[in-house]
């Protein structure tokens, strides 16, 4: 993995109020779960916080810094978030984040009917509008030449 060189600075500039230690507890507690990088540059977890479902975090980033965060928790103050700091924290701490297996993704969705699939792909399109693009290509892609949708 080719995840910058962050120091626990570089991540505390980005936060606000107590949110970095808080991180730093919730990365002591074990909070952090299922670390996976996803593609070249994007990590995601699952960070147990106060609710009952964890909150999911993704991190896009370059050879050289942080480029993009996203939580699904309700903070939203325009700093990162102790889940996003909790993840970051672990990122550095783990020299190898294991990578999504995409036959294990093949696994899980062999078992779901068509209508259990379309349920999953809208509430991805709904958590990630910016899947529609991408969903529509593979469509196009998968019906052939000629037919668009």
């Avoid at 903070?75 to 297996?101: F, N, Q």
Wanted: aromatic share 4%; net charge negative; with cysteine.
């Amino acid at each position: 993995m080719s995840f910058p060189s962050l120091t626990k600075d570089d991540i505390q500039t980005h936060t606000a109020g107590g949110s970095f230690e808080r991180g730093r507890q919730y990365l002591a507690d074990g909070a952090v779960q299922a670390l996976k990088q996803t593609g070249e540059h994007t990590l995601k977890a699952q960070v147990q916080g106060s609710d009952v479902h964890p909150y999911l975090v993704a991190v896009q980033f370059d050879a050289e810094d942080v480029t993009d965060v996203e939580c699904t928790c309700p903070y939203h103050e325009g700093s990162w978030c102790k889940h996003i700091v909790a993840t970051l924290l672990k990122a550095m701490d783990d020299e190898r984040v294991p990578k999504t297996d995409p036959a294990a993704v093949a696994d899980l969705m062999n078992g779901l009917d068509r209508d259990e699939l379309v349920s999953l792909v809208e509430r991805l399109v709904e958590h990630d509008p910016s899947l529609v693009d991408q969903i529509e290509r593979e469509c196009n892609r998968l019906s052939g030449p000629g037919e668009t949708i």
